[in-house]
Nanobody
Framework: VQLQASGGGLVQAGGSLRLSCAAS????????MGWFRQAPGKEREFVAV????????YYADSAKGRFTISRDNAKNTVYLQMNSLKPEDTAVYYC??????????????????WGQGTQVTVSS
């Protein structure tokens, strides 16, 4: 299984980025997909999750109203559109896959597969 995250970069506060995560080696449509992030010296934290069908989503409070998670099951890809970025959004962003059992999980340890991470840096 491979999850390949991309789309990170350096952006000014208030700007936008769109992260992508391309999956292979798994039946993508059976997995909920999550985005997590980890800033230097901090624990990995939940950002957003989307159900296997794409019909349900959930966001961390820090992401609500600014970030949008979506997926394209035909392309085996999940996205994270990030708008109105703030310096505190600076982190390595990871995508992760969890076999969809009908529940959302916000703890990193539950997820079965992880991407390598993509760096997002927001300057003030």
């Amino acid at each position: 299984v491979q999850l390949q995250a991309s789309g990170g970069g350096l952006v000014q506060a208030g700007g936008s980025l769109r992260l992508s995560c391309a999956a292979s080696g798994l039946t993508f449509r059976r997995y909920s997909m999550g985005w997590f992030r980890q800033a230097p010296g901090k624990e990995r934290e939940f950002v957003a999750v989307i159900s296997s069908s794409g019909g349900s989503t959930y966001y961390a409070d820090s992401a609500k109203g600014r970030f949008t998670i979506s997926r394209d099951n035909a392309k085996n890809t999940v996205y994270l559109q990030m708008n109105s970025l703030k310096p505190e959004d600076t982190a390595v962003y990871y995508c992760a896959a969890d076999l969809d059992t009908g529940n959302f999980y916000f703890t990193a340890g539950v997820y079965d597969y992880w991407g390598q991470g993509t760096q997002v840096t927001v300057s003030s």
